[in-house]
C-alpha cells in the first residue's frame, strides 16, 4: 500500500496556497496529500489528532508513520521530501527549533503582507491531483 503524508493548510491563506502550489509542483514522488483545514477531511484530522485551534496559525503535516509536524518542522519535512529542495531543509534543520518556529510565526503573523493577491490562481491539474476538497 502506497502510504502518503497529509499536508493540512489554512486555505483561506493566498501565502499558504501559494505554497501548497508549489509543493504540488515539486512533489514529482507523488507524497503529500494536500488538505484544506476548513475541509470535512481537515476538521476530521484536526479532531482525531487533537490539535484543533492551530488549524489558521500554522501548517500540520501527518507523516507516512502518523507523526505530527508543525510549523518550521513541517516545513523541513516537507523540503526534505521534496529532492530539489533536501538540501535546504538539511541546512535549516541545523538551526534551533526555537529559532526557526519565531521566524516561522513572525512569517505567519504577517503573511498577508508576502501575497498581496486577492484572488486564487485556478488549480492545475496537478494540484487537483493532490488536493482533497470534502
Known amino acids: 500500500?502506497?502510504?502518503?503524508?497529509?499536508?493540512?493548510?489554512?486555505?483561506?491563506c493566498g501565502l499558504c496556497n501559494r505554497a501548497v502550489l508549489f509543493v504540488a509542483k515539486k512533489?514529482?514522488?507523488?507524497?503529500f496529500l494536500l488538505v484544506s483545514s476548513q475541509s470535512q477531511l481537515g476538521k476530521t484530522f484536526l479532531k482525531k489528532y487533537q490539535i484543533e485551534g492551530l488549524e489558521k496559525s500554522t501548517?500540520?503535516?501527518i507523516s507516512t508513520q502518523g507523526h505530527i509536524h508543525s510549523k518550521s518542522q513541517a516545513v523541513i519535512y516537507?523540503?526534505?521530501s521534496i529532492s530539489k529542495t533536501s538540501i535546504l531543509?538539511?541546512?535549516?534543520?541545523?538551526?534551533?527549533n526555537f529559532i526557526r518556529d519565531l521566524c516561522y510565526d513572525v512569517i505567519a503573523e504577517n503573511r498577508s503582507w508576502f501575497v498581496s493577491k486577492k484572488s486564487c490562481e485556478i488549480p492545475s491539474p496537478i494540484l487537483l491531483k493532490k488536493i482533497i476538497l470534502k
Open 27 to 31: 512533489d514529482i514522488k507523488d507524497i
Open 89 to 96: 531543509g538539511s541546512l535549516l534543520n541545523v538551526i534551533p
Open 59 to 61: 501548517v500540520i503535516l
Open 1 to 12: 500500500m502506497n502510504q502518503r503524508a497529509y499536508i493540512i493548510f489554512d486555505g483561506s
Open 78 to 80: 516537507i523540503l526534505k
